[in-house]
């Protein structure tokens, strides 16, 4: 768009201004993380440029653990209550990382049956490195849940993984 708002033909050009990342198709803009740390990203028309947007290139995964109790017992009494929160934080360079992704599944009870992990089978830590997640009762209750936490780098299972966390629902 121009400066009154009105479609133009120009075509975009999108270059990095920092080594932390690299664009690999300048006509998209899509780009790669060379290392961890802020870079800056621009779009130009002819001699027109946008702002930069700043990047944050997150390190190579580390490891996970449990933030906390890994052995937790909660009393609960009908369908539908939530256990303790449980967390599990995960680390980049030795200090917390955010914006990671860590899986999660229950092994017992086997099928999951009478639970359902609160927000669900996938949690992204914060910005302490930490994601929380619950146990809920959906059907009959079982004694106890064992819940995998575990988070991967290109592939590979990182340090920490699988981390195990059991629930008793005396």
Do not use: C, E
Request: zero cysteines; a positive charge; aromatic letters at 6%.
């Amino acid at each position: 768009m121009n400066g009154r708002g009105d479609s133009t033909a120009a075509t975009l050009v999108w270059s990095a201004l920092d080594t932390t990342i690299r664009v690999v198709d300048s006509t998209t803009g899509a780009a790669v993380g060379v290392f961890a740390g802020p870079g800056r990203l621009v779009a130009r028309a002819g001699t027109l440029g946008s702002n930069p947007a700043v990047v944050n290139v997150l390190g190579t995964l580390d490891s996970i653990a449990a933030f906390g109790r890994t052995v937790d017992t909660v009393t609960v009494s009908k369908p539908d209550s939530l256990s303790d929160t449980l967390k599990i934080q995960a680390f980049s360079g030795g200090t917390s990382s955010p914006h990671r992704r860590i899986t999660l599944s229950v092994d017992f009870p086997p099928g999951g049956t009478g639970i359902t992990l609160v927000p669900g089978d996938t949690i992204v830590t914060g910005p302490q490195g930490t994601a929380s997640f619950q146990v809920r009762l959906t059907g009959v209750r079982p004694d106890s849940a064992t819940i995998t936490a575990s988070a991967t780098y290109r592939g590979a299972a990182v340090p920490g993984s699988p981390h195990y966390v059991v629930v008793f629902l005396p």
